[in-house]
């Protein structure tokens, strides 16, 4: 316990050295022009494509790498996959956004390393996720796992993680992000992982955020932070979202998140809120995320464009990112079209 504290502290260290050569070395300009990525998922080989080669409009491709994908082995990393789609995309002019991701919203697949499972003092590594109906936690159903984010013992390996690839493509990559802040263990306690409160895990997610811009400051280090587990603006708000935004000001760490769902009630008092208040100040961005497309307007009630889709996401929210999942026929035929008119 003493040399998990001790490490996390080094890495509370690492962050205030961060801030500072950020300000030293970053070119980032925020508030400027929108930057548009192709949100490829897990299908890297699409990066081939002429549709995305060939057009001006996307910036680079951000793609999917797993925890487990990236550390098979405690302490061994394997990157070779992030090279090959840095080189490859570098030749062709295009950027990098790296998607770490640790959470599946399925209850077969566990994005957490094997040894992370297998060893006792992981607690596990991950949690299960769950899904109930009308407040009934007594018949909730799992949803997907969570790597156990608050977990010191977890955290520790994470932010190795995040120093490994800081070691290896800091300043070379555009970006990268962590996956979504929001998770599902219930309200109530009944369905909370071991060490699991409110207030720990607000603290856990400011704590690794810190430790990837600590990590990456040159690089952009984004936090999708969309909903936080205790709270429900503005009727019930315990300042845990706000307080995740607040900080990452604080360290100029950049913030976003799924999904761009323009003038959805629940999205305008929690993300979007603080959105628009970061523009400017740190890197964000949006992503435009499975169905997103198929979104129903509430101001035209009428399936959303992808003008307003841009509009809301660049006049409204101002973010300096926008991730593009590739849902068909959407992306060929609507989106790819349009950003050739305005591009």
């Given amino acids: 316990m003493v040399n998990r504290k001790k490490y996390l502290f080094i890495s509370l260290l690492k962050v205030m050295i961060s801030f500072f050569l950020t300000l030293l070395y970053s070119t980032f300009t925020y508030a400027g022009n929108t930057h548009h990525y192709v949100f490829f998922n897990l299908d890297r080989e699409l990066i081939k494509d002429a549709s995305f080669l060939e057009n001006n409009a996307f910036e680079g491709a951000q793609l999917k790498y797993t925890w487990r994908e990236l550390e098979p082995e405690e302490n061994v990393y394997a990157f070779q996959n992030i090279k090959n789609d840095l080189d490859f995309l570098n030749q062709h002019g295009k950027k990098l956004f790296i998607q770490l991701q640790d959470v599946t919203f399925d209850s077969l697949l566990i994005n957490v390393p094997l040894y992370l499972l297998q060893d006792e003092k992981y607690h596990g590594g991950a949690d299960k996720q769950y899904l109930y109906e009308d407040n009934k936690e007594q018949d909730a159903i799992a949803e997907g796992w969570v790597a156990r984010r608050w977990d010191p013992a977890v955290q520790e390996r994470l932010h190795k993680l995040f120093f490994a ?33 409110f207030e720990i895990y607000r603290d856990a997610i400011i704590t690794n ?7 990456l400051p040159k690089s952009v280090a984004l936090q999708y932070a969309n909903f936080m587990p205790g709270e429900w603006r503005p009727w019930d708000d315990r300042s845990y979202l706000a307080t995740v935004y607040q900080k990452a000001q604080e360290f100029n760490i950049g913030v976003g998140g799924p999904d761009l769902l323009p003038y959805k009630k629940g999205q305008m008092n929690h993300c979007y809120h603080f959105l628009r208040e970061c523009a400017g100040l740190v890197p964000t961005g949006i992503a435009v995320q499975w169905d997103n497309y198929k979104y129903i307007n509430p101001k035209t009630e009428k399936e959303i464009t992808i003008q307003e889709l841009i509009e809301f996401a660049k006049d409204y929210l101002k973010v300096d990112y926008i991730f593009w999942c590739t849902q068909e026929p959407y992306y060929s035929q609507q989106l790819i079209p349009y950003l050739k008119t305005i591009h």
């Fill in 165 to 197: 690839l800081g070691q290896e493509f800091d300043g070379k990559i555009e970006g990268i992000n962590l996956a979504e802040t929001a998770v599902s263990f219930g309200e109530s306690g009944i369905l909370f992982p071991k060490g699991f409160t």
């Fill in 209 to 215: 955020m810190q430790a990837l811009k600590a990590a």
